[in-house]
T-cell receptor, first 113, second 112 residues
Framework: DTEVTQTPKHLVMGMTNKKSLKCEQH?????MYWYKQKAKKPPELMFV???????INESVPSRFSPECPNSSLLNLHLHALQPEDSALYLC????????????FGPGTRLTVT | QKEVEQDPGPLSVPEGAIVSLNCTYS??????FMWYRQYSRKGPELLMY????GNKEDGRFTAQVDKSSKYISLFIRDSQPSDSATYLCAMIGQTGANNLFFGTGTRLTVIP
């Protein structure tokens, strides 16, 4: 099983809303990632969790708050987003933080109104 | 100058054609080279990876790395309409997610 699942598939939220994106993998991977992808652009790394601890935060605004409840789950809490935050949010996982093979989920398409 | 350059296309070819997708890079520290395929509104799917220079073949796909020229290629033989997607090259210096650099992606359409 090389599947990373993400929910919801689509999300529309207002600028004052609070919502969460969820990601799950059952491959026993110990590194998980959040990426943001705008249209016709490559994925941009946001956060990396290694063994359930936040190891990298690529200067992401505090309105994005990641959480890793256990080794299989990764959440991204959203609050007071801006319209320019509308994008495809991708979760990925790899066997460990030193592994170059990252497996991506299908993404959550977020629209901020 | 960007770390990784990739022609965004779009590229249209007839079914059965050989497709060549390319990336150049500037950082000689890159050692692992990957190709991802991304269908519209889906997440990237890891197609192939190579370490250092050389070729790697997997079915209709061949990945080539020329570190002396800082140039990598993905060849698709006997292209199929199902190959229509955006292809992203990615590379990494030393292992570690913060060193993963993506190209901008090439949009490929295979016409039946």
């Amino acid at each position: 099983d090389t599947e990373v699942t993400q929910t919801p598939k689509h999300l529309v939220m207002g600028m004052t809303n609070k919502k969460s994106l969820k990601c799950e993998q059952h491959m026993g991977h110990r590194a998980m990632y959040w990426y943001k992808q705008k249209a016709k652009k490559p994925p941009e790394l946001m956060f990396v969790y290694s063994y359930e601890k936040l190891s990298i935060n690529e200067s992401v605004p505090s309105r994005f708050s990641p959480e890793c409840p256990n080794s299989s789950l990764l959440n991204l809490h959203l609050h007071a987003l801006q319209p320019e935050d509308s994008a495809l949010y991708l979760c990925a996982s790899s066997q460990g933080p030193l592994s170059y093979e990252q497996y991506f989920g299908p993404g959550t398409r977020l629209t901020v109104t | 100058q960007k770390e990784v350059e990739q022609d965004p296309g779009p590229l249209s070819v007839p079914e059965g054609a050989i497709v060549s997708l390319n990336c150049t890079y500037s950082n000689s520290a890159f050692q692992y080279f990957m190709w991802y395929r991304q269908y519209s509104r889906k997440g990237p799917e890891l197609l192939m990876y190579t370490y250092s220079s050389g070729n790697k073949e997997d079915g209709r796909f061949t990945a080539q790395v020329d570190k002396s020229s800082k140039y990598i290629s993905l060849f698709i033989r006997d292209s199929q309409p199902s190959d229509s997607a955006t292809y992203l090259c990615a590379m990494i210096g030393q292992t570690g997610a913060n060193n993963l650099f993506f190209g901008t992606g090439t949009r490929l359409t295979v016409i039946p």
